[in-house]
């Protein structure tokens, strides 16, 4: 299937790894432009250069904290004045989350709370609000937030939140929007395979007494489809709602986590 993304440009935070370099790849792949985002320069650089000799599109990083305003508002001027417009935004830079046991009522801090919305809700909602005017003004757009699986589920209260909040974000900006024919949608990830799972495995294992083996088959076993999600897969859930041929779905979240035994989504 064509996606028809040849030519478009796209900004994807937390591009230089993990779930946002999958999307970033993908994106150039299918002939988009990408501006990859995220703090580390050299790391951005790195993966640009590989993403632009793959074929396809062109990719070129920018380096940004979007827990900043002027950094932000800074990074749109720039994706811009480097490729004229921007048609896509995918919303991924967070604070890693399911890596490590989540603290319990009496061990949130005020301090973490708030670093996680400020990255992950008020960063997507930064990026936002520089990207609509260029959108508006073309008359056209698609943002992309990936939120998680959090967003249904008790056990993390903070990625519970903070997810919820991705969630009225995207609607939000759906609702609002609209007129102006730019669309919003929010991608629930569940656990998902990136460079940094290996690590997360070993350390499991090693605090459970129990085999690497063991624990990749224990996070299988949460989903219906009994293996780990890759960031490449959710890469081509995004690519597909980031696309023309995606006209149908607006304001939605999409849970893309190999699905949840048991629940009932409606």
Known sequence: MDLELKGKVAVVT?????????IGRLLAAEGANVALVARDKAALDGVAAQISGQGGG???????????????????ADVVAAFARVDILVNCAAKPSGQARPPTLGEITTEEFWD??????????RTAREVAPY???????????ISGLGAKHVGTTIGSIRNVGVAALTKNLADELAPHGIQAVCVHPGLVRTEATPGVVAAQA?????SEAEIEKRMAGRN???????????????????????????????????????????
Not at 58 to 76: E, L
């Open 206 to 210: 090693k605090a459970q007494g129990v």
């Open 116 to 125: 996680h919305m400020n990255t992950k809700v008020m960063g997507y909602l």
């Open 58 to 76: 062109t990719a070129k990083g920018f380096a940004c904290d979007t827990t900043d305003d002027a950094a932000v508002k800074g990074m749109v």
């Open 14 to 22: 937390g591009g230089s790894r993990g779930i946002g370099l999958a």
């Open 135 to 145: 959108m508006i003004k073309q008359g056209a757009g698609r943002i992309v937030n």
């Open 224 to 266: 219906l489809v009994k293996k780990l999600i890759t960031a490449e897969e959710i890469a081509q859930v995004v690519a597909f709602l980031a696309s023309p041929k995606a006209i149908a779905i607006n304001g939605d979240a999409i849970p893309s986590g190999g699905g949840t035994p048991g629940s009932i989504y409606y």
